[in-house]
């Protein structure tokens, strides 16, 4: 019953043009604006129905404005040239309307009351009538809307509360940005962004339910709240989405370029040297290995707790490893901890293990931290570790799913639309990306995007570069009465899409 409003799935309530994300359950009072009311009325019926706000229950009503008022293009005057608009034309106050506010009148009896103590009403043209009808309703009529959740209806809701928090991204320009990166069902996406998740649900509701996208985010997770908003995705459409930390995605670059250098070398080495053995584990010359593993155990003398027992594991490809120098000596990488929380029947014991892992230069070291049993009480802090574990294991198996299709370098298309510089991200993940593919970027302002116009013409890595500006324009269209809007924006930000092409090495 997905064309039925029910409990306890989030709906958007609109009121004068403004949206609200609520989840309804029956007997629970909601509030929308200056608007309180129960939503029971609104259970079980179908998504578009408007309602009159009676004190604090909802009463089915009419779309069409003035229903209760019959209207005559024969009667209605044929010009408001002659019309003036100073007040004098009503003959009701605001003491009287306030008054039949607190007798109990519907706002439509209101609205009625209005237009027939209106003096030049009649004089109207029918298209002013109507216009006339709908100003008042708005006043006096408490309309509220049940509608279903859509890319269309978020976006705009967001753009009109707080455009900075999903850079300014406006309707058309998502439509372009879906567009461009070819998003379908089965595809392969990458996403960098910082519009709190509006351009993940937009790809995540074309791609329904198949395929893969991969959110390489900066910091500790991906922000995104508005993401939750996307009610009408289920679980399966939301399946596809992964995380992938931007600061790993150079040492991944890194480290497949060194396997693809060692292989041309290999293969260099074997055109020379026939004889030569290549494939399977990286062999030197003289047949043996380059693989070195050193296992240490280190113990502090008075300071090693009985609980524990630490161990170190080192192993380093000094094949892939060239020796530090410059800034690979000096710097070495910060160090990052992984721990594994085990816990037993209540009442009996936890054991922690605790995994650091340290980098410097080309030289990684693992260290395992293992402290054994020790009895506990179940209690608040022991299902948080516990949570706290499983969420940490289903980010690690992101990570690594994410990472194998990113060693593939076989995506179908990138987009960019963040507040950060977008060209080192561009050139960074451009790379993962199979030939023929497409990516686009987007940006508020325009230095930027020349940036990485410039970039991508210097690299020779894509074809058919394009920088353009969105632009939209709205029109009113009725009977007689079609125009484009007095007010509308200017733009929404700039656009730079391109193809990639397969690089063919010179030998």
Known sequence: MDSLVNEGVLVLVRKDGVCKPLRLKKGRKVAVEKLSFFPD?????????????????LVLK?????????????AAGSDNRGLTCDGSAQQLTQKDIVQMKAEGYTGQAIVESVVENSKSFAEKTIFAQEKYIRKKESRHVATVTFLKPST???????????PSKTCHLRLDTIAQILT??????SSKLLLVETCQGLLAGALLERMGGSGNLIQVFYGDSPVRSFLDNFGHLSEQDMSPLMMYPLHKVGTLLETTAIKASLTVQALLKQKESPDLHVGGDDIDEEGTTN???VDMTTAESGKQNENSDTSCTTKVDSSKCPPPTGEDSASPGPPYKRRKVEVGPEGSSVSLEEEVVGTTGFVTTVATVTQVSRPITQSADTAALVARDIKRKQRDEQYSKAEELLKLKQMDGLVVACRFHPEPILMTLVHFLAPSCPFVVYCPTLEPLVSCFTSLKCASCAFNIQLFETWTRKYQVLPSRTHPEMSMDGQSGYILVGTTVKKQMVT
């Open 62 to 74: 009419s779309t069409a404005a003035g229903a209760g008022i019959e209207l005559s293009e024969e």
């Open 41 to 57: 009325n609104a259970l079980g019926r179908p998504y578009g129905s408007s309602y009159e706000v009676r004190g604090n229950q």
């Open 152 to 162: 269309k209806l978020l976006c705009e809701m967001f753009y009109n509360r707080a």
């Open 180 to 185: 461009q990166v070819n998003a379908h069902a």
């Open 291 to 293: 693989d070195v593993i």
